[in-house]
Protein backbone atom coordinates (compact mmCIF):
# COMPACT_ATOMS: atom_id res chain seq x y z
CA UNK A 1 0.00 0.00 0.00
CA UNK A 2 3.28 2.56 0.18
CA UNK A 3 1.69 3.97 -2.92
CA UNK A 4 -0.90 5.70 -0.77
CA UNK A 5 1.32 7.41 1.02
CA UNK A 6 1.21 11.38 0.84
CA UNK A 7 -1.89 11.16 -1.64
CA UNK A 8 -5.59 11.79 -0.22
CA UNK A 9 -7.52 9.23 -0.34
CA UNK A 10 -11.28 8.32 -0.45
CA UNK A 11 -12.51 7.12 2.69
CA UNK A 12 -15.74 5.63 3.97
CA UNK A 13 -16.61 5.10 7.50
CA UNK A 14 -19.58 2.71 8.17
CA UNK A 15 -21.31 3.08 11.46
CA UNK A 16 -24.71 2.26 12.77
CA UNK A 17 -26.91 2.61 15.90
CA UNK A 18 -27.73 6.02 17.58
CA UNK A 19 -26.41 9.08 17.74
CA UNK A 20 -23.73 8.54 20.40
CA UNK A 21 -22.33 6.20 17.73
CA UNK A 22 -22.55 8.10 14.72
CA UNK A 23 -21.15 11.39 16.22
CA UNK A 24 -17.32 9.86 17.28
CA UNK A 25 -17.33 9.02 13.54
CA UNK A 26 -18.01 11.84 11.94
CA UNK A 27 -15.24 13.53 14.43
CA UNK A 28 -12.85 11.41 12.90
CA UNK A 29 -14.14 12.10 9.45
CA UNK A 30 -13.68 15.85 9.51
CA UNK A 31 -9.83 15.28 10.93
CA UNK A 32 -9.08 13.21 7.88
CA UNK A 33 -10.96 15.94 5.74
CA UNK A 34 -8.45 18.24 7.30
CA UNK A 35 -5.83 15.95 6.39
CA UNK A 36 -7.12 16.37 2.84
CA UNK A 37 -9.28 13.45 2.08
CA UNK A 38 -12.35 12.88 0.81
CA UNK A 39 -14.60 11.50 3.15
CA UNK A 40 -17.94 9.68 3.04
CA UNK A 41 -20.11 8.38 6.60
CA UNK A 42 -22.33 5.66 5.81
CA UNK A 43 -24.86 5.29 8.33
CA UNK A 44 -28.96 5.57 8.66
CA UNK A 45 -30.72 7.95 6.98
CA UNK A 46 -32.02 9.95 10.24
CA UNK A 47 -28.50 10.99 10.72
CA UNK A 48 -27.45 12.42 7.16
CA UNK A 49 -27.94 15.90 8.35
CA UNK A 50 -25.78 14.76 11.06
CA UNK A 51 -22.84 14.24 8.45
CA UNK A 52 -23.40 17.10 5.87
CA UNK A 53 -23.83 20.01 7.85
CA UNK A 54 -20.21 19.17 8.59
CA UNK A 55 -19.45 18.76 4.68
CA UNK A 56 -18.51 15.15 4.68
CA UNK A 57 -20.76 13.09 2.21
CA UNK A 58 -23.36 10.68 3.46
CA UNK A 59 -24.32 7.60 2.50
CA UNK A 60 -27.46 5.86 3.77
CA UNK A 61 -27.16 2.24 4.65
CA UNK A 62 -30.69 0.34 6.34
CA UNK A 63 -32.11 0.29 9.30
CA UNK A 64 -34.21 2.95 11.80
CA UNK A 65 -32.01 2.51 15.28
CA UNK A 66 -35.28 4.68 17.00
CA UNK A 67 -37.25 1.43 15.74
CA UNK A 68 -35.06 -0.77 17.56
CA UNK A 69 -35.40 1.47 20.63
CA UNK A 70 -38.83 1.87 20.25
CA UNK A 71 -39.78 -1.57 20.17
CA UNK A 72 -42.43 -3.63 22.41
CA UNK A 73 -39.70 -5.55 24.12
CA UNK A 74 -36.97 -2.59 24.08
CA UNK A 75 -39.62 -0.60 26.00
CA UNK A 76 -41.00 -3.16 28.64
CA UNK A 77 -36.81 -3.68 29.54
CA UNK A 78 -35.63 0.21 29.68
CA UNK A 79 -39.29 0.50 31.62
CA UNK A 80 -38.72 -2.49 34.03
CA UNK A 81 -34.63 -3.78 33.93
CA UNK A 82 -35.65 -6.72 34.80
CA UNK A 83 -32.97 -9.74 33.41
CA UNK A 84 -36.26 -11.60 31.28
CA UNK A 85 -37.44 -8.25 29.85
CA UNK A 86 -33.74 -7.71 28.64
CA UNK A 87 -33.42 -11.68 27.25
CA UNK A 88 -36.83 -11.02 25.21
CA UNK A 89 -35.55 -7.89 23.93
CA UNK A 90 -32.01 -9.42 23.13
CA UNK A 91 -33.69 -12.04 21.11
CA UNK A 92 -36.10 -9.39 19.28
CA UNK A 93 -32.94 -7.42 18.46
CA UNK A 94 -31.35 -10.44 16.63
CA UNK A 95 -34.38 -11.67 14.90
CA UNK A 96 -34.35 -8.11 13.42
CA UNK A 97 -30.88 -8.06 12.66
CA UNK A 98 -30.96 -11.03 10.71
CA UNK A 99 -34.17 -9.77 9.07
CA UNK A 100 -32.00 -6.73 8.20
CA UNK A 101 -28.96 -8.41 7.73
CA UNK A 102 -28.98 -8.83 3.98
CA UNK A 103 -29.67 -5.33 3.44
CA UNK A 104 -27.00 -4.37 5.49
CA UNK A 105 -24.51 -6.35 3.66
CA UNK A 106 -25.61 -5.32 0.07
CA UNK A 107 -25.23 -1.66 1.46
CA UNK A 108 -21.97 -2.08 2.65
CA UNK A 109 -20.51 -3.25 -0.65
CA UNK A 110 -22.43 -0.28 -2.37
CA UNK A 111 -21.42 2.09 -0.01
CA UNK A 112 -17.45 1.11 -0.06
CA UNK A 113 -17.10 1.22 -4.19
CA UNK A 114 -13.90 3.29 -5.30
CA UNK A 115 -12.73 4.03 -1.77
CA UNK A 116 -9.15 3.54 -0.88
CA UNK A 117 -9.84 2.50 2.78
CA UNK A 118 -12.83 1.17 4.69
CA UNK A 119 -13.65 1.91 8.59
CA UNK A 120 -16.02 0.01 10.34
CA UNK A 121 -17.44 0.16 13.80
CA UNK A 122 -18.37 -2.74 16.04
CA UNK A 123 -21.81 -2.99 14.70
CA UNK A 124 -20.40 -2.58 10.84
CA UNK A 125 -17.58 -5.72 12.00
CA UNK A 126 -18.96 -7.90 8.06
CA UNK A 127 -17.73 -4.63 5.91
CA UNK A 128 -14.00 -5.86 6.29
CA UNK A 129 -14.91 -8.58 3.90
CA UNK A 130 -15.49 -5.59 1.09
CA UNK A 131 -12.54 -4.28 1.79
CA UNK A 132 -10.67 -8.21 1.74
CA UNK A 133 -12.66 -8.28 -1.92
CA UNK A 134 -11.45 -4.92 -3.17
CA UNK A 135 -8.06 -5.13 -1.83
CA UNK A 136 -7.77 -1.97 0.07
CA UNK A 137 -7.16 -1.73 4.07
CA UNK A 138 -10.00 -2.17 6.37
CA UNK A 139 -10.10 -0.42 9.58
CA UNK A 140 -11.87 -1.36 13.09
CA UNK A 141 -12.46 1.39 14.58
CA UNK A 142 -14.27 0.76 18.15
CA UNK A 143 -15.72 2.82 21.17
CA UNK A 144 -15.44 -0.16 23.68
CA UNK A 145 -12.84 -2.46 24.12
CA UNK A 146 -13.81 -5.44 22.53
CA UNK A 147 -10.33 -7.51 21.90
CA UNK A 148 -9.77 -10.23 24.05
CA UNK A 149 -7.31 -10.08 26.93
CA UNK A 150 -6.21 -11.35 30.56
CA UNK A 151 -7.04 -8.53 32.44
CA UNK A 152 -10.06 -7.83 32.65
CA UNK A 153 -14.02 -9.92 31.53
CA UNK A 154 -15.95 -9.17 28.44
CA UNK A 155 -17.90 -5.67 29.04
CA UNK A 156 -21.60 -6.61 30.12
CA UNK A 157 -20.60 -8.91 32.80
CA UNK A 158 -20.88 -7.39 36.01
CA UNK A 159 -17.52 -5.58 36.45
CA UNK A 160 -16.97 -6.65 40.26
CA UNK A 161 -15.81 -10.38 39.14
CA UNK A 162 -12.09 -11.11 39.72
CA UNK A 163 -11.78 -15.25 38.77
CA UNK A 164 -8.17 -14.78 36.86
CA UNK A 165 -6.90 -14.14 33.28
CA UNK A 166 -8.43 -17.66 32.18
CA UNK A 167 -11.51 -16.52 33.03
CA UNK A 168 -11.50 -13.28 31.39
CA UNK A 169 -10.23 -14.70 28.21
CA UNK A 170 -13.16 -17.05 27.96
CA UNK A 171 -15.97 -14.58 28.51
CA UNK A 172 -14.35 -12.46 25.39
CA UNK A 173 -14.34 -15.43 23.42
CA UNK A 174 -17.55 -16.40 24.15
CA UNK A 175 -18.90 -12.94 23.97
CA UNK A 176 -17.12 -13.08 20.24
CA UNK A 177 -18.85 -16.24 19.16
CA UNK A 178 -22.33 -14.86 20.54
CA UNK A 179 -22.30 -11.98 18.39
CA UNK A 180 -20.50 -14.19 15.00
CA UNK A 181 -22.54 -17.61 15.17
CA UNK A 182 -26.15 -16.12 14.80
CA UNK A 183 -24.82 -14.37 11.74
CA UNK A 184 -22.58 -16.79 10.50
CA UNK A 185 -24.56 -18.39 7.34
CA UNK A 186 -25.91 -14.91 6.11
CA UNK A 187 -22.47 -13.41 6.26
CA UNK A 188 -20.66 -16.71 4.42
CA UNK A 189 -23.41 -16.89 1.69
CA UNK A 190 -22.65 -13.50 0.80
CA UNK A 191 -19.37 -13.50 1.06
CA UNK A 192 -19.42 -16.38 -1.71
CA UNK A 193 -22.09 -15.18 -3.80
CA UNK A 194 -21.68 -11.30 -3.54
CA UNK A 195 -17.68 -10.89 -2.90
CA UNK A 196 -16.69 -14.21 -4.64
CA UNK A 197 -14.59 -15.04 -1.28
CA UNK A 198 -14.19 -17.85 0.61
CA UNK A 199 -16.13 -18.52 3.72
CA UNK A 200 -14.97 -17.75 7.26
CA UNK A 201 -13.97 -20.63 8.91
CA UNK A 202 -16.49 -21.84 11.91
CA UNK A 203 -15.07 -19.43 14.40
CA UNK A 204 -14.98 -16.38 12.01
CA UNK A 205 -12.56 -13.73 11.71
CA UNK A 206 -11.48 -14.34 16.02
CA UNK A 207 -9.30 -17.65 14.56
CA UNK A 208 -7.04 -15.10 12.92
CA UNK A 209 -4.02 -14.87 14.24
CA UNK A 210 -1.46 -11.66 14.89
CA UNK A 211 -0.11 -11.69 11.89
CA UNK A 212 -3.50 -11.50 9.93
CA UNK A 213 -5.44 -9.34 12.92
CA UNK A 214 -7.06 -6.33 11.41
CA UNK A 215 -5.85 -2.84 12.63
CA UNK A 216 -7.88 -1.61 15.10
CA UNK A 217 -8.10 2.13 16.49
CA UNK A 218 -10.03 2.38 20.15
CA UNK A 219 -11.43 6.00 20.31
CA UNK A 220 -11.72 6.06 24.22
CA UNK A 221 -8.69 7.75 26.63
CA UNK A 222 -5.82 5.76 28.08
CA UNK A 223 -6.44 7.73 30.89
CA UNK A 224 -10.00 5.76 31.07
CA UNK A 225 -9.07 2.61 30.00
CA UNK A 226 -5.42 1.32 30.30
CA UNK A 227 -4.71 -0.28 27.03
CA UNK A 228 -4.25 -3.96 28.17
CA UNK A 229 -0.14 -5.31 27.95
CA UNK A 230 -1.53 -8.58 25.71
CA UNK A 231 -3.06 -6.09 23.01
CA UNK A 232 -1.19 -6.94 20.16
CA UNK A 233 0.64 -4.48 17.49
CA UNK A 234 -2.57 -4.37 15.22
CA UNK A 235 -4.01 -2.21 18.41
CA UNK A 236 -3.90 1.49 19.21
CA UNK A 237 -6.29 3.72 22.03
CA UNK A 238 -6.34 6.89 20.63
CA UNK A 239 -8.17 9.43 22.89
CA UNK A 240 -11.39 10.42 22.19
CA UNK A 241 -12.63 11.29 18.75
CA UNK A 242 -14.36 14.40 19.98
CA UNK A 243 -16.52 16.52 17.60
CA UNK A 244 -16.68 20.09 18.67
CA UNK A 245 -19.36 22.41 18.50
CA UNK A 246 -20.47 23.95 15.38
CA UNK A 247 -19.43 27.71 15.78
CA UNK A 248 -22.89 28.60 13.94
CA UNK A 249 -24.76 26.66 16.82
CA UNK A 250 -26.66 28.90 19.34
CA UNK A 251 -28.80 27.82 22.18
CA UNK A 252 -32.19 28.83 22.21
CA UNK A 253 -33.13 32.11 24.16
CA UNK A 254 -34.98 29.48 26.50
CA UNK A 255 -32.01 27.74 27.43
CA UNK A 256 -29.81 30.86 27.72
CA UNK A 257 -31.90 32.97 30.03
CA UNK A 258 -32.29 29.69 32.28
CA UNK A 259 -28.14 29.13 32.78
CA UNK A 260 -27.93 33.29 33.36
CA UNK A 261 -31.27 33.22 36.41
CA UNK A 262 -28.92 30.95 38.80
CA UNK A 263 -26.58 28.74 40.10
CA UNK A 264 -25.29 25.86 37.42
CA UNK A 265 -27.79 23.55 37.17
CA UNK A 266 -28.13 19.22 37.00
CA UNK A 267 -28.05 17.78 33.89
CA UNK A 268 -30.06 15.07 33.31
CA UNK A 269 -31.03 12.90 29.97
CA UNK A 270 -30.87 9.26 29.09
CA UNK A 271 -30.15 9.64 25.81
CA UNK A 272 -31.40 6.71 23.40
CA UNK A 273 -32.43 4.52 26.21
CA UNK A 274 -35.30 6.64 27.74
CA UNK A 275 -38.29 4.47 27.66
CA UNK A 276 -41.25 5.91 26.06
CA UNK A 277 -43.11 6.15 28.69
CA UNK A 278 -41.05 8.09 31.10
CA UNK A 279 -43.48 9.57 33.19
CA UNK A 280 -42.04 7.35 36.30
CA UNK A 281 -38.52 8.57 35.51
CA UNK A 282 -39.28 11.78 35.31
CA UNK A 283 -41.34 12.09 38.90
CA UNK A 284 -37.98 10.06 40.43
CA UNK A 285 -36.13 12.97 38.77
CA UNK A 286 -38.25 15.88 39.86
CA UNK A 287 -38.43 14.44 43.60
CA UNK A 288 -34.65 13.88 43.96
CA UNK A 289 -34.33 17.80 42.76
CA UNK A 290 -36.89 18.50 45.30
CA UNK A 291 -35.11 16.89 48.04
CA UNK A 292 -31.54 18.55 46.92
CA UNK A 293 -33.04 22.11 46.19
CA UNK A 294 -31.26 22.10 42.78
CA UNK A 295 -32.32 23.36 39.37
CA UNK A 296 -31.95 20.87 36.32
CA UNK A 297 -31.39 20.70 32.95
CA UNK A 298 -33.27 17.98 31.03
CA UNK A 299 -32.65 16.16 27.71
CA UNK A 300 -35.38 14.49 26.14
CA UNK A 301 -33.52 12.31 24.18
CA UNK A 302 -35.25 9.65 22.06
CA UNK A 303 -37.76 9.12 24.86
CA UNK A 304 -40.24 12.02 26.50
CA UNK A 305 -37.82 12.77 29.38
CA UNK A 306 -39.15 15.80 31.18
CA UNK A 307 -42.82 15.35 29.87
CA UNK A 308 -45.93 16.65 31.98
CA UNK A 309 -46.04 19.91 34.04
CA UNK A 310 -42.09 21.23 35.67
CA UNK A 311 -41.48 23.65 38.33
CA UNK A 312 -39.88 26.80 37.12
CA UNK A 313 -36.63 25.60 38.65
CA UNK A 314 -36.25 22.92 35.91
CA UNK A 315 -36.38 23.19 32.23
CA UNK A 316 -36.65 20.69 29.94
CA UNK A 317 -34.77 20.82 26.68
CA UNK A 318 -34.30 18.33 23.00
CA UNK A 319 -31.01 18.77 22.68
CA UNK A 320 -27.86 20.79 23.02
CA UNK A 321 -24.30 20.01 22.01
CA UNK A 322 -22.86 18.09 25.31
CA UNK A 323 -19.31 19.72 24.36
CA UNK A 324 -21.32 23.30 25.18
CA UNK A 325 -23.41 22.71 27.36
CA UNK A 326 -22.18 19.95 30.56
CA UNK A 327 -19.29 22.32 31.37
CA UNK A 328 -21.52 24.71 32.62
CA UNK A 329 -23.32 21.90 34.68
CA UNK A 330 -23.06 21.42 38.36
CA UNK A 331 -23.52 17.66 37.79
CA UNK A 332 -24.19 15.06 35.26
CA UNK A 333 -26.71 12.45 35.53
CA UNK A 334 -26.58 9.77 32.92
CA UNK A 335 -27.06 6.81 31.37
CA UNK A 336 -23.58 5.69 30.74
CA UNK A 337 -23.48 5.44 27.03
CA UNK A 338 -19.84 5.73 25.81
CA UNK A 339 -20.15 8.97 24.36
CA UNK A 340 -21.92 10.66 27.29
CA UNK A 341 -19.93 9.05 29.50
CA UNK A 342 -16.83 10.57 27.29
CA UNK A 343 -17.72 14.32 26.94
CA UNK A 344 -19.12 13.62 31.31
CA UNK A 345 -15.90 13.39 31.89
CA UNK A 346 -13.92 16.10 29.61
CA UNK A 347 -16.28 18.50 31.19
CA UNK A 348 -14.77 18.57 34.75
CA UNK A 349 -18.12 17.97 36.78
CA UNK A 350 -19.07 14.59 38.62
CA UNK A 351 -21.51 12.09 36.85
CA UNK A 352 -23.80 9.98 38.10
CA UNK A 353 -24.76 7.44 36.40
CA UNK A 354 -27.87 4.97 35.78
CA UNK A 355 -26.74 2.38 33.35
CA UNK A 356 -29.88 0.39 31.45
CA UNK A 357 -27.64 -2.50 29.97
CA UNK A 358 -25.39 -3.33 26.96
CA UNK A 359 -21.82 -1.24 27.55
CA UNK A 360 -23.01 1.15 30.20
CA UNK A 361 -22.64 -0.62 33.59
CA UNK A 362 -18.74 -1.18 32.13
CA UNK A 363 -18.46 2.81 31.98
CA UNK A 364 -20.46 3.24 35.24
CA UNK A 365 -17.80 1.31 36.94
CA UNK A 366 -14.90 3.12 34.96
CA UNK A 367 -16.21 6.53 35.87
CA UNK A 368 -16.88 5.48 39.69
CA UNK A 369 -13.33 3.99 39.74
CA UNK A 370 -11.57 6.90 38.53
CA UNK A 371 -13.64 8.82 41.09
CA UNK A 372 -15.27 11.13 38.89
CA UNK A 373 -18.62 10.31 40.00
CA UNK A 374 -20.78 7.97 42.93
CA UNK A 375 -21.46 3.98 42.38
CA UNK A 376 -23.99 3.53 39.95
CA UNK A 377 -27.45 2.66 40.49
CA UNK A 378 -28.94 0.35 37.84
CA UNK A 379 -32.00 1.99 36.00
CA UNK A 380 -33.80 -0.80 37.60
CA UNK A 381 -33.18 0.29 41.72
CA UNK A 382 -33.49 3.48 40.72
CA UNK A 383 -35.54 6.07 43.32
CA UNK A 384 -35.80 9.59 44.47
CA UNK A 385 -33.87 8.92 47.75
CA UNK A 386 -30.85 7.10 45.99
CA UNK A 387 -30.97 9.79 43.65
CA UNK A 388 -30.73 12.62 45.92
CA UNK A 389 -27.79 11.19 47.79
CA UNK A 390 -25.84 10.64 44.80
CA UNK A 391 -26.66 14.79 43.54
CA UNK A 392 -25.84 15.40 47.21
CA UNK A 393 -22.68 13.68 47.03
CA UNK A 394 -21.62 14.97 43.32
CA UNK A 395 -22.01 18.57 44.48
CA UNK A 396 -20.61 18.47 48.40
CA UNK A 397 -17.72 15.59 47.58
CA UNK A 398 -14.80 18.10 47.39
CA UNK A 399 -12.13 15.57 46.96
CA UNK A 400 -14.79 14.19 43.95
CA UNK A 401 -14.64 16.93 42.27
CA UNK A 402 -11.16 18.08 42.62
CA UNK A 403 -10.98 14.77 40.68
CA UNK A 404 -13.50 15.01 38.23
CA UNK A 405 -12.19 18.79 37.40
CA UNK A 406 -8.69 17.48 36.93
CA UNK A 407 -9.67 14.31 34.73
CA UNK A 408 -11.42 17.10 32.67
CA UNK A 409 -8.85 18.94 32.08
CA UNK A 410 -6.38 15.74 31.19
CA UNK A 411 -8.96 14.51 28.45
CA UNK A 412 -8.97 18.39 27.09
CA UNK A 413 -5.69 18.05 26.15
CA UNK A 414 -5.61 14.88 24.30
CA UNK A 415 -6.11 14.89 20.82
CA UNK A 416 -7.51 11.49 20.18
CA UNK A 417 -8.40 12.34 16.66
CA UNK A 418 -5.36 13.55 15.58
CA UNK A 419 -3.72 10.53 16.75
CA UNK A 420 -6.33 8.15 15.07
CA UNK A 421 -5.37 10.09 11.51
CA UNK A 422 -1.74 9.61 11.87
CA UNK A 423 -2.33 6.10 12.81
CA UNK A 424 -4.58 5.55 9.87
CA UNK A 425 -1.89 7.05 7.86
CA UNK A 426 0.44 4.30 8.71
CA UNK A 427 -1.62 2.11 8.24
CA UNK A 428 -2.56 2.91 4.65
CA UNK A 429 0.86 3.07 3.57
CA UNK A 430 1.71 -0.48 5.11
CA UNK A 431 3.67 1.12 7.72
CA UNK A 432 2.18 -0.22 11.10
CA UNK A 433 5.80 0.10 13.02
CA UNK A 434 4.42 3.04 15.40
CA UNK A 435 1.29 1.79 16.06
CA UNK A 436 1.98 0.99 19.50
CA UNK A 437 3.92 3.97 20.20
Request: include cysteine; proline fraction near 8%; glycine fraction near 10%.
Amino acid sequence: MGERRGRAMRVTIITAGSRGDVQPYVALGMGLKRAGHKVAIATHETFREGVTQYGLEFAPISGDPRAIVASPASDRWLVSGRMRDMLSAGREFARGMRSLMDALLADYWRVSQGSDLVIFSAVAAPAWSVAERLGIPAVGAFLQPLHRTREFPAIGLPSGIRLGGRFNVATHVITQQLAWQPFRRQINAWRRTTLGLAPMPMRGPYARGPRQAIPTLYAFSPLVVREPRDWGPSIRVTGYWILEVDPAWRPSPELEAFLADGPPPTYVGFGSMTPSNAQRCTSIVLEALRRTRQRAVLVRGWGRLGCGTLPDTVLAIDDAPHEWLLPRMAAVVHHGGSGTTAAALRSGVPSIVVPMGFDQPYWAARVAALGAGPAACHRRHLNAEWLASAIQCALSDQPMRARATEIGRQLRSERGVDVAVAALHEIASGDRSNMTA
